[in-house]
């Protein structure tokens, strides 16, 4: 299985900050077809996972573009500009590229 | 509006069978590939398997955690989706959610407690 690795566990950020989470898989997941399936999600309390990113760079219908995926065949990067205090919960950075899809152990996002 | 609504948890002893529900609307269901995905209380999610679109025949992939145990299904008829749990182990205890294609759209989850 690919391993999904992030850092930090958990980030505290002053509202009006910026905050970036790592993601690091075992494998490279760059297709063949050019498309490299790293994906986002924010977890808030008690609610459901949601979709930030798709395919590493691409923002998900309604995500405000304060969000932002960047990274390498390996090595990932989710950019928050600006926090507010909803962006608070879980974030996991996943891999769709092959089967099993596998999740990375989450960042906690804090305000300070 | 994307509305995924899932049922059926509860608890169940060790060994015993179970089977989840999930009502899709909003989108035209036999589009898309439809997911289940699970989530230990404090725990990252697992993806448990999915089964493909009209365009891929409906075919299914398993986790290969639970391939043998679990089955997914759906009737396109209904926009269902199930999930055929067996042989459940207390392992199996979290709470289980669909998604829809890419799990752009998550359901509410549904909790299953494995336990005597």
């Known amino acids: 299985d690919i391993v999904m690795t992030q850092a930090p566990l958990s980030v505290s950020v002053t509202p009006g900050e910026s905050a970036s989470i790592s993601c690091r898989s075992s494998k490279s997941l760059l297709h063949s077809n050019g498309i490299t399936y790293v994906y986002w999600y924010l977890q808030k309390p008690g609610k459901s996972p949601q979709l930030l990113i798709y395919?590493?760079?691409n923002l998900a219908s309604g995500v405000p573009d304060r969000f932002s995926g960047s990274g390498s065949e390996t090595d990932f990067t989710l950019k928050i500009s600006r926090v507010e205090a909803e962006d608070v919960g879980i974030y996991y950075c996943?891999?769709?590229?092959?089967?099993?899809?596998?999740f990375g152990g989450g960042t906690k996002l804090e305000l300070k | 509006e994307v509305k995924l609504l899932e049922s059926g948890g509860g608890l169940v002893q060790p060994g015993g069978s179970m089977r989840l529900s999930c009502a899709a609307s909003?989108?035209?269901?036999?589009?898309?590939?439809m997911n289940w995905i699970r989530q230990p209380a404090g725990k990252a999610p697992e993806w448990l398997g999915f089964?493909?679109?009209?365009?891929?025949?409906?075919?299914?992939e398993y986790n290969p955690s639970v391939k043998g145990r679990f089955t997914i299904s759906r009737d396109n008829t209904q926009n269902m989706l199930y999930l055929q749990m067996n042989t459940l182990r207390a392992e199996d205890t979290a709470t289980y959610y669909c998604?829809?294609?890419?799990?752009?759209?998550w359901g509410q989850g549904v909790m299953v407690t494995v336990s005597s």
């Open positions: 998604a829809r294609g890419n799990a752009d759209y």
């Open positions: 395919r590493m760079s």
């Open positions: 089964i493909r679109n009209k365009a891929n025949g409906y075919t299914t």
């Open positions: 909003g989108f035209t269901f036999t589009d898309f590939y």
């Open positions: 996943g891999q769709l590229l092959e089967n099993p899809w596998t």
